[in-house]
């Protein structure tokens, strides 16, 4: 099934001559591991807000074309909703760590969502056992490496029980060790069935993906 489809979508940026995005079509297959390389300013980041909805939900512009995810338009859909179908995962993981322990930081979204705390509970446990970091459950974020950071950064997405992962260069600020950690999680992820794009413009650090996607000039071309 494709967990995305993204058909002739076309963006601009307000104030802005230049679309950053021009007729890009992308299919997401369910339970794949998709790779999207490109260079500084090709993109890749305004592609990953229009299919995790913040484009146009929260950043306004000149959007064409469309974006589904398991078959509904993100323009029929909440932001909340949105966030239940899809996650992401960005570069720098002290940008989405903000609370003084490592379960607080897990029951955030839940909370948000106002799911019943013994469900949070439950789903913290789960996310925890998903990136192997149950022992750190009451652990400042704080004080923990670049690579158990980005694990803790997955697992209160997780939380949230999304089924497409969206990856935007999560391995470029962490060391070897910490690398190999979030390729067996994320590998994990997929034989549970979960989608996951991974963007990167290191082509050693998407050795785990199925396909790799080129986005270049406005256009997106298999590798």
Do not use: W
């Amino acid at each position: 099934m494709e967990a995305v489809v993204v058909s002739h979508l076309s963006f601009r940026y307000p104030g802005k001559e230049k679309y950053v995005l021009e007729d890009i079509n992308l299919l997401l297959e369910e339970g794949e591991i998709t790779a999207l390389m490109g260079m500084s300013g090709s993109g890749k980041s305004t592609l990953c807000r229009c299919i995790s909805g913040i484009i146009p939900h929260v950043y306004k512009g000149d959007i064409k074309g469309i974006v589904e995810i398991f078959g509904k338009n993100i323009l029929e859909m909440t932001l909340p909703e949105i966030a239940t179908k899809v996650g992401s995962v960005f570069q720098n993981p002290e940008t989405q760590l903000f609370s003084p322990t490592v379960e607080d930081e897990l029951a955030f979204g839940p909370e948000n969502l106002c799911i019943e705390r013994e469900e949070i509970g439950r789903r913290i446990s789960e996310a925890l056992r998903l990136v192997n970091m149950e022992d750190y459950r009451y652990s400042n974020p704080n004080q923990l490496s670049g690579g158990q950071k980005q694990l803790i950064a997955i697992a209160s997405v997780l939380t949230l029980q999304p089924q497409v992962l969206i990856c935007d260069e999560i391995m470029s600020q962490i060391d070897k060790a910490g690398k190999k950690l979030l390729k067996n999680v994320l590998n994990s992820l997929k034989r549970q069935g979960k989608t996951i794009l991974l963007i990167d413009h290191d082509h050693k650090n998407l050795d785990i993906s199925d396909k790799t996607l080129i986005l270049k000039d406005n256009r997106i071309s298999e590798h």
